[in-house]
């Protein structure tokens, strides 16, 4: 069974950084705006609370602000709690294991690259990123760094599993 998640949005809101009552670890929290288009209209926007524990991750999700673009890979989460009237909540989050700061989005026409209409695909993510003309190089060596470093942990683990 697998629970991977790859996300890249933009974060709703400054993060909030917070401490497990028990001991001293630390936690970031935000919520993070993506979208989806059919290529016919505006996209629609869906949030996910994202949630980071890793102490790399931890001090780079400290440093954005709101409007950061992001990548994350991660997993989702299904969390149960009490709420303040007592009743039983559930939640769905992303645990954040991976996090790359893709820097804040333009805020002046003239600071967009020409776009390209003519690529013959209706959504961006039926392309692989490396061959879809609108993904960004810093994004596309994201992805790398992120697919590399994951093909490491699996090797790594294999090696652990059968005692290489």
Known sequence: MINKVILMGYLGADPRLSYYANNDKKRVTFSLATGSTNGKGPSATTWHDVVVFNERDVERATALTKGSR??????????????????????????????????????????????????PFQAEDEVPPEMNPNVEPTLLTAINKAKAAHDERLKRLEGERYGQ
């Open 70 to 119: 992001v990548y994350i890979e991660g997993y989702i989460n299904k969390n149960t709690y009490q709420a303040k009237d007592g009743t039983t909540q559930k939640a769905m989050q992303i645990i954040a294991t991976t996090l790359f700061d893709l820097g804040k989005p333009p805020t002046h026409i003239s600071d967009v690259a020409d776009y390209d209409d003519s690529f």
